[in-house]
């Protein structure tokens, strides 16, 4: 569950059927209820809404999907498999826009501006796999976890020890 910072009115909450609702505490408790999505498909792991923001959020399912939603909006604004064989957990950055998602032994870590750019770094067992530059979430495709499609990466250099 996440609700907006500033007035609190707006709450988000994420179920086991994978939807995700959002209620308006202002309003009488039946019509509280002012949006439903059923995009995900399985158990939702997090529902978060951006620290200082009014509308966007961030919602993620056991079954590794990731979708990034403006609540005005009836479908969401993009969406990415960030695990093929299941995610555990997921954490949003309070101020900065990265994703975190985690499943054994996989964290990655997603850098997002505007949703339009998107930088990956993907952890197995604590050492640095890949640090790779994408166009867009669109480019993002599973085959084993969190692959990405190589036509559309610029490979940056790992940092130095």
Known sequence: MTSEQVAGNIFVAGFGDGAVRI???RLAPRDSMVKVWKEHKAWIVKVHMQRGGMRELVS???????????????????GFLAHTKGMRSLSVHEHAPIIATYNNPILSVIFLSFFIYIYILIIIHGQWLNLARCETLEHLYPQGSLALNNKALQQLPAPES
Request: no cysteine; hydrophobic share 30%; proline share 5%.
């Open 23 to 25: 209620y308006d505490r």
């Open 60 to 78: 993620g399912s056991a079954t590794g999907e990731v979708k990034l939603w403006d609540i005005r909006m009836d479908n969401p604004v993009r």
